[in-house]
T-cell receptor, first 113, second 113 residues
């Protein structure tokens, strides 16, 4: 989910477990979605993207699921590792311009060894 | 080494002062972007440029200015009109078709003295 104010949603998992990070997007006309990982003090790193003509896409250890009916996006990370600890952002291209991505507020993932 | 270089990493601004943040890319990308990130928040778009000598306002352009005289460079000036400039500033680029992943720099932390 998305945060209110300065308090990020948090997810704490044990090393080796699977993680699922959720995102509710705002615009039913959005047709491009993307997930980024951001470590403290660094720029966001691309994880995976998906277009609205798909409902699932897989990468290395990650899967993105898109449910357009309820405007929901999720990122699944398999066999979570301590190096996966970071803030994860979803973003949507919500129309108006092909170049404008609207970012969610992020979810903090903490992986316990 | 290909990528996006932002400088400086840390910048301090006195009241009434304009400061300029540098962003250079050697990825041969047409599109470049500036985002602002406040603690515990997502990224908000300040300005973007689809091509050299052209740029558009994003969602929070007031108090900022940009130029795009060269393909590789997209400097951001934070003017004295920006009353709350303290934030983490992120520059990004993309190939230029729109609805594509952005490649981010490592950011500049701007603080007010």
């Amino acid at each position: 989910g998305e945060s209110v104010g300065l308090h990020l949603p948090t997810l704490s998992v044990q090393e080796g477990d699977n993680s699922i990070i959720n995102c509710a997007y705002s615009n039913s006309a959005s047709d491009y979605f993307i997930w980024y990982k951001q470590e403290s003090g660094k720029g966001p790193q691309f994880i995976i993207d998906i277009r609205s003509n798909m409902d699932k896409r897989q990468g290395q250890r990650v899967t993105v699921l898109l449910n357009k009916t309820v405007k929901h996006l999720s990122l699944q990370i398999a066999a979570t590792q301590p190096g996966d600890s970071a803030v994860y952002f979803c973003a949507e291209n919500s129309g108006g311009s092909n170049y404008k991505l609207t970012f969610g507020k992020g979810t903090l993932l903490t992986v316990n060894p | 080494d290909g990528g996006i270089t932002q400088s400086p990493k840390y910048l301090f601004r006195k009241e009434g002062q304009n400061v300029t943040l540098s962003c250079e890319q050697n990825l041969n990308h047409d599109a470049m972007y500036w985002y602002r990130q406040d603690p515990g928040q997502g990224l908000r778009l300040i300005y973007y440029s689809q091509i050299v000598n052209d740029f558009q306002k994003g969602d929070i352009a007031e108090g900022y200015s940009v130029s795009r005289e060269k393909k590789e460079s997209f400097p951001l000036t934070v003017t004295s009109a920006q009353k709350n400039p303290t934030a983490f500033y992120l520059c990004a680029s993309s190939p230029g078709q729109g609805k594509e992943k952005l490649f981010f720099g490592s950011g500049t932390q701007l603080s007010v003295l």
